[in-house]
């Protein structure tokens, strides 16, 4: 899937993340910002990455700001982001 | 058994890792009202996750999903059929035509993903005048219905009625939807108490639906599904007369008689079939029936 | 003769303080104080150096407290519960020498029997006459009880009053009696009301703390303890505090009658008190408006000192006659240690406060937590600090179950028969983890930056260095 505009979903909720979604500059970038980020880091960077692996997103820059989320609510946030940003938006 | 329902904001990652932990039988995770128009997909693929992922044990799983002349209710049914969740809620609905569509399109879902058609089940919500006066016909518009859903909110601006706390100006829907749910051989349940700091009223309401035939009742809040639970389960009078009529007739099938009594009353069929589900729900509850 | 003296700095001289002695602070003002640094303000005026703080409890108003540290104004801290920047600071590695924490009761015990010696107490009074009689329930900075500041008062070579609001002789009650006080300051304010007390302790509306607050009060009725003449104690914060909601019907329907409640007052033990629940409180420490107005007008709600509150050392104290107490914890390990002295990065966040205290005084411990809190699950392997110890503790309650601590036999019984949904401690901790994965991270290994003295004097665990 190709990301053609910046795009965000999730919030700043506990047990949520919020997530930020722009075209890339060639490659895929994921930034992760974690208040559990000592423990879960890897884990929520993986999550993220197994979703644009899914989707074939291969250039884009992702910024994750987790509040504790569980990988469920990562990858279904990342997912959100990603299929906003891959639609061009007529609205 | 299904006694309480309770509503979960389909879009709120908290809410739903927690929505099992309240005793309720069942949850309703929302895609409906309860989600921003903006947030539709974020929340279909959460709910869609949360079942994947987490574990609700006993607890049913019915999702509500957006109304038909919605753009987003395909999208709902195609994330949440393939979950296989015990119960889909549509809403708004006016009719069996309404049915029949969202039966069709589940039914595609089910075919495309190898599940056997019909495995998921329908609990209409009857919200518009239209709906309540075409209950019977929407209970028995297709095999997955397995109950109704009540209301009121909706239906009360529908009727152009003032909604009040007493829901007398419900009084005619709610007889009605119980009317036709049975008619049909489905379960029927009624609306939310809507004030979730009035406990009395809560009381008073969940009593006043039982003792009209309701299953069980909805809730909007967690504080309220214990009342619920107990106002809806059997009472330990009614399991203790159930195993007497049971008794009674075993009794009666000894001594080869044809008619049995109890105390002073006649025994009939429909008292042993109330009898029997007295205490199957007890059984099923873990209450006081262990009488075979 | 007068013991009025014009400003703080002057008291400070009177009071014959110099480098490396002891000044001690209480902490009734919370997170509104502005004595402490108002005193420390003057005496790094004065160039005194080398100072030990001993302050019942640190909040982030305290934060001034971080550059009379780099200055080297103040060199030690001992401190019962520490908490915002200065705790930051002090977690990475502020202080060369590390900060003694001690417990509520663990603090007179060691004042009261000389382990540890107060050359100049610096007590905050929101109301004092001029010979010293002070009392917490009037005037405009009125905290309530002031029974942390008591041992302080009694056992300090010199004792300063520093007040904001100055009654005629003899002001009653009082709290401070005039036989210990040196000298009295008035100055313009001692704290800031909104950071002092809350207007009304709000109930938590959070239906997972509703939760584990419904099972908690199930856990007290199955223990049996739930009898004429009970005693009960809880925490200000969420589940803890909610378990008061459930208690009042259950003790309603019982028609007994509790002898006392115990500890930090809120609003939600005043209702109790008022509809009869309780004979008395006893009241250490007020939370709320509501308290500080009762401890003031109601005759069976009585101020009580932190010796008899809870100290080791005393002949008795009143968790020693303590039935219930509901706790928290940012980690309880499988052997039910309690930590709730740092987070999970090690970081300080808090401190024992009473927690080791009543659980070693109370037949029934609980501490009520969620089974994780934004993804870190409750249960761990080991805690980072070693607060209060494990065999003090009686059961954990979460939202999806309720571990009894094995060594409890009677209560284990009680709560296997009570339908309460029980399972092991090490249960917990997997379905937390089912939910979470296994939390990564390292144990901070830097050089100790904080001693924990358990309350019998001995230390039960070091804090290290984040960095």
Redo the contacts between chains.
Sequence with gaps: MEIVQNAVAGTLESNDVFVSVEPGQGKLDIVVQSIVFEQFGKDIFNAAQEVCVQLRVENASLRLEDRGALDCTIKARVETALKRAGEVNNA | MRRTMLFIPGN????L??AD??QSDAVILDLEDAVAPGEK??AR??V???I????YGKTEIIVRVNPLDTDYIRGDLEAIVPLKPDLIMPTKVSDAEYIHQVDQMMNEIEEKHGIPVGTVGLIPLLETAEGIENAYSIAKSSKRVKALFLGAEDLSTDLQAIRSKKSDEILYARGRIVLAARAAGVEVYDTPFTDVNDDEGLLQDATFARSIGFTGKASIS??HVSAINEVFSPSLEDITYAQEVMEAIEEGKRQGKGAVSLRGKMIDKPIVDRARKVLEAARELGLGGTHE | MSKMIQNLGDAIKASGLKDGMTISFHHHLRNGDFVLNMVLEEIAKLGLKDLTVQASSLFDCHAPLIDHIKSGVVTGIETNYMTGRLAKAVSEGLLKKPVRFRSHGGRPAAIDTGRVHIDVAFVAAPAADRMGNANGVSGPSACGSLGYAIPDSRRADKVVIVTDYLCDYPLFPCSIEETDVDFVVKVDRIGDPKGIVSGTTQMTRDPVALTIARYAADVISASGLLKEGFSFQTGAGGASLAVTKYLEPMIQKLGVQGSFGLGGITGYLVDMLEKGYFRELMDVQCFDLKAVESIRTNPNHHEVSATRYASPAAKTSCVDSLDVVVLGATQIDTDFNVNVHTDSNGYITGGSGGHSDTAAGAKLTMIVAPLFRARLPIVVNKVLCKSTPGHTVDVLVTQRGVAVNPQNKDLYAAIKSSGLPMTDIHDLKNMAEAYTGAPGGTVPQGRIVADVEYRDGSIIDHIRCVK
């Excluded at chain 2, 709120?12 to 809410?15: H, N, Q, T, V």
């Design positions: 709120s990652p908290a809410m890792l927690n932990i309240h997909d974020a693929m959460l869609r996750n949360a994947q992922s987490l574990d967690p504080r």
